[in-house]
């Protein structure tokens, strides 16, 4: 299976958390950014996609013309015909009904909406753009407009946060099939790290707060499928269950990394480099021998909680030599009750998902 990725780089300001590679304040850029990543597409025309997800930043702020120009650009380079799943990630300031309807004309179902809380104070906390109404009425609004599956990120740990419950028990009431369940954590140079605000929860304390969130969730119905992701039965992403499940995909646009043919290669992370050169100067161009993609398929795999890994199929697949080394180490963190084995199938014990890093490091080397 093949997923498409487009990255979309702009946002109205930056997050005070935020690492992901995005520009804010630059949206007179936008026209040379749809040109220079549709002929990026065109590097690449005639391959076929299961799966299309447009990413950010904030694709919302294409607003419907530019949503048109992306997608009709992305239909004559690629083959489309095939994609089951289009997911297009929005921020509640700009999911305008417009911009929503252009989405679902141009042939998205399922929308993922950046709320990340339903308080104002914890959202000031973070310096989100948007508040808690903004978010609610985003919500709705996609429900009622007929996407089929509704997506929200909700963050844990923010400053101040007491319970994640009422935030996704409103999400749920409005219509949400799936959450995104994201920890706050301090990345090195942003705002949040150099400047830390009182009432930070604890790492206990962030611990006990996604574990209460998780709770609500199960109790709501949802199944936490991925260390992240929770969904009602049968809604989970697609797109991102193939990276998970170790699939093919191509990554347009500035920080795009792509999977394909045995090779793996990211976009440099700076718009006015790729507004340049679209997709000509890659970084990172990595050809992986069948051990280490092995071993990278079976960390992806473990992330996957219910469905974790299957050993006698990757030993089919891979063959036994490139995969001795991974099911040595699957079997010692086993021993150490890192991991559980039922058969050939390994998993995550549900105990250890916020501190599986380790655990997934180690199944790498
Ligand atoms: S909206 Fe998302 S991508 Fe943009 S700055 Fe905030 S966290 Fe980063």
Redesign the pocket.
Known sequence: MKGLYVHVPF?V???A??D?Y?V?GRLDLIPSYLDAVLAEARRHAGLSFETLYLG???PSLLEAGGLRQLMEGLGRSFDLSRVTEATIEV?PESASGECLRAALETGFRRVSI?VQSLSDAELRSVG??HNALQAAEAVSRAAELGFGDVSADAMVGLPGQRSVGPTLQRLVSLGVSHVSLYCLSLEPGTPLALHPPGGLPSEDEQADLFEGARAWLEDLGFVHYEISNFCRPGRECRHNVNYWRGGEYLGLGPSGASHLGGRRWRNPADLDAYLGHPGAAVEEMEELGPGEKAAEEAMLRLRLLCEGLAADDMVERFGPEAMKGVLARLDALTADGLLVRDGSRYRLPPGRVLTCNPILARVLA
């Open positions: 946002c300001s930056k997050c958390y935020c992901f995005s804010a950010g930043g904030t921020n950046g989100r753009a």
